[in-house]
């Protein structure tokens, strides 16, 4: 299979005040979609399937990412095939190491260490505990005892284990992070309930010749301390993505204040870009201004900008070790 090879792109992003000056940032050459799904619907039991996703093959993927100007990309298990990682990791065998990494879903009591390093050497680096999708709830005991199960499991590897869990949680796993001893990585901003900051927002100040808002405080929302405590740290990662998840508001108002506090106290070191194509259960959506509204939100700082769109993912996905696998793509 032939891997599109995308062009640097140009992204051109309207000043906050001056709507008629445009800045250009350039999305970084060999960034990385940190979280990105693909589907063969047809594979699916549709029984047991908690969504049905429309087709969103490999070739359709690549092709939505070189619009963006992005190459690299990690596959995350969707929580529509369960712990049947076979299409995520057909993939992988397609892309080769050197442009992709995957987030698998597996069951830590039956699975063995010899799966886990076979998946490794495809490009596996990470494993994902999903609640929000399934609606599945836990009370603190087994939340902990969960990540203990999971944790002992790829840390020989140095996986990821990535959550997507609400943000309240983040009360449970700041104490238990330090112990667990892995990275940790929060999807879709941490999964916060912005109703909060929804009603804290205020009108544009009529008297503000800026025409700034008045903004939020972040601090509100149940589980953020907890989120900034975590990310203080230093194991855990939180991604910029799945904003159309959280925020009812299609100009991101009542997300902002708490994006600009992260990339405050996080943004060069502990924050990654990433799409959520297809964006199931949003069909049609149109990714591009997300992605201006991310560069935006750095305030058109490009060493920021690297860092959340490439650096950072390198990182976290143990990119730059592995740069010479691309022998192993065919495996």
């Not at 490009?302 to 769109?309: D, T």
């Amino acid at each position: 299979m032939t891997v599109v090879q995308p062009s640097e792109v140009m992204v051109n992003i309207k000043s906050p005040t001056q709507n008629e000056n445009m800045s250009k940032v350039r999305i970084p050459p060999q960034s990385w979609d940190s979280h990105m799904h693909v589907f063969e619907p047809h594979s699916l039991d549709h029984d047991s399937a908690p969504y049905l996703p429309i087709s969103s093959d490999l070739p359709q993927a690549l092709t939505f990412e070189s619009s963006l100007g992005l190459r690299n990309i990690v596959l995350v298990q969707p929580s529509c095939y369960g712990f049947d990682n076979t299409y995520l990791l057909r993939a992988l065998r397609k892309l080769g190491p050197r442009h992709a990494r995957g987030v698998v879903a597996f069951n830590p009591h039956t699975t063995t260490f010899q799966d886990l390093q076979s998946w490794h050497r495809l490009g596996v680096r990470g494993v994902r505990i999903n609640l929000k999708s399934v609606n599945e709830t836990m009370d603190r005991r087994a939340f902990e005892a969960l990540l203990w199960r999971y944790a002992d499991a790829v840390r020989p590897l140095g996986w990821v284990i990535q959550l997507y869990v609400p943000m309240e949680l983040a009360a449970w796993l700041e104490d238990l992070a330090p112990s667990l001893d892995v990275k940790i990585c929060l999807d879709h901003f941490g999964c916060p309930d912005l109703s909060s900051v929804a009603k804290e927002l205020s009108s544009v100040h009529s008297s503000s010749s800026s025409g700034r808002q008045t903004p939020a405080d972040p601090y509100e929302i149940p589980g953020f301390r907890s989120v900034i405590s975590l990310l203080a740290q230093g194991k855990t990662y939180i991604k910029f993505s799945g904003a159309y998840r959280i925020s009812n508001d299609p100009h991101l108002r009542d997300l902002t204040p708490m994006a600009k506090e992260l990339l405050r106290v996080a943004g060069p070191t502990r924050i990654v870009f990433a799409t959520d194509w297809p964006h199931t259960r949003f069909n049609g959506l149109d990714i591009e201004p997300f992605v201006k509204q991310c560069i935006g939100w750095c305030d058109n700082d490009i060493v920021l900008v690297n860092r959340i769109f490439r650096e950072t993912a390198e990182e976290l996905w143990d990119v730059k070790e592995q740069s010479s696998d691309s022998q192993q793509a065919n495996l």
